[in-house]
Structures are given as structure tokens and as C-alpha cells.
């Protein structure tokens, strides 16, 4: 069984940073993709970053130049770095992972992340 759990999420002010983390159950060298959705309130669920096997990541335009998705393989870890914060930001951020044996993919609970001063 695949789990994923988040962390880092809280309340920051307009211009400030977060890391978000993602500890994955296993090896990540199971997953042949690991991404970062949100969903903001009323809104549908977002795609923000995503990183393939080769290491290779894509971004959505709205977070271009702000935001950094990273793995860290030894410690089975998906990460999001996310700096010059702003309230159109605030949302529940989710970690999902694709089995490369199954092509299933997987979610994390979401943890939250408030933009406002």
C-alpha cells in the first residue's frame, strides 16, 4: 500500500515562503511520476508542478519563477518550494505519485496553506 503524507502547510503573509514536503511509503524510484495539485475553495483542483523519473519538472504558469519542485531520493521525499507568496495562492495542496508498475496514482490528505496578512 502506497502512502503519502504532506507537511509545511500554514498561514504566511503576502511575500513569504513554505516548503511543502511529501514522505513517501517505499522507494520514489517506484513512482515514475510525482506532482503537486491545489484546490482552492469553489475552484477545481489545479495542477501546480509535476517531475517525471528523469528528473525533468513542469510548472504551471501561474507559479513560473516562484515556485521549486524537488525530490530528495534518500529520503523518499517530494518537496515544493514555494516563495514570493501571494493570497490567490491560498489553497489545499495535495502530493500524488503514479506506481510505474501500475500506472495508479496516488494521493496524500492535502495540507493547507493560507496567504494573508
Known amino acids: 500500500q502506497v502512502h503519502l503524507v504532506e507537511s509545511g502547510g500554514g498561514l504566511v503573509q503576502p511575500g513569504g515562503s513554505l516548503r511543502l514536503s511529501c514522505a513517501a511509503s517505499?522507494?520514489?524510484?517506484?513512482?515514475?511520476?510525482m506532482a503537486w495539485y491545489r484546490q482552492a475553495p469553489g475552484k477545481q483542483r489545479e495542477l501546480v508542478a509535476v517531475?517525471?523519473?528523469?528528473?525533468?519538472?513542469t510548472q504551471a504558469d501561474s507559479v513560473e519563477g516562484r515556485f521549486t519542485l524537488s525530490r530528495d531520493n534518500a529520503d523518499n521525499t517530494l518537496y515544493l518550494q514555494m516563495n514570493s507568496l501571494k493570497p490567490e495562492d491560498t489553497a489545499v495542496y495535495f502530493c500524488?505519485?503514479?506506481?510505474?508498475?501500475?500506472?495508479?496514482?496516488?494521493w496524500g490528505q492535502g495540507t493547507q496553506v493560507t496567504v494573508s496578512s
Open positions: 500524488t505519485a503514479r506506481l510505474s508498475n501500475t500506472g495508479q496514482w496516488y
Open positions: 517505499g522507494s520514489i524510484f517506484s513512482f515514475n511520476a
Open positions: 517531475i517525471n523519473s528523469r528528473g525533468i519538472t
